[in-house]
């Protein structure tokens, strides 16, 4: 099956500066890597997702990097606020292998995010 | 309404009880899923419904019954739990194969969540 590797477990940093968490899987067929913010007792809510037919994608202060060959795709924060800090997750997922009609998430070990005022 | 709600958001049971959690979304979405996530851990998937019916259960103990009575609702009944299944359960859901393939999109919603605790 599946397995995510996600570095680093904890990443502190000031205000203003960049963050970035690194994940790497190993099964070939996932496509899909959607990236979670989880705040402290409250739902895991997705920040920003890639397939693999793309490389890079960016939303505002976000962006997410995928390099199949190597099989990792990293989470880039820029400009970090304090509301940034929470638990971070990056999953993957082989959508809809085999004909299945649902995507199976692996998700890495999370990285707890503080950005410091 | 893009929203997945669950209910109740708090639990506290004993080993002898029998209890429910309720799980609704008015999305259109056919894949509902169940998840349970120990503090600072990430979520483990228990369960996986499509189109209503069970597609996936990861080796979950039978004291966990998945029910899946249409497509907005997803129940999951609970007896006899071991103090050891105290965890924040996350119901979660998606558009399934074809319609998400068109739409590109085959993200996974969470819900709030309901804090079970066994004693």
Redesign the interface.
Known sequence: GENVEQHPSTLSVQEGDSAVIKCTYSDSASN?F?W?KQELG?????II?IRSNVGEKKDQRIAVTLNKTAKHFSLHITETQPEDSA?Y?C?A?S??AG???????T????T?LTVHP | DTEVTQTPKHLVMGMTNKKSLKCEQHMGHRAMYWYKQKAKKPPELMFVYSYEKLSINESVPSRFSPECPNSSLLNLHLHALQPEDSALYLCASSLPGLAARLKSTDTQYFGPGTRLTVL
């Open positions: 899909y959607p979670y409250k739902r895991p809510q997705l997702d638990v997750f999953a997922s959508v809809y004909g299945t009609s649902y995507g199976k998430l998700f890495g070990q999370g707890i």
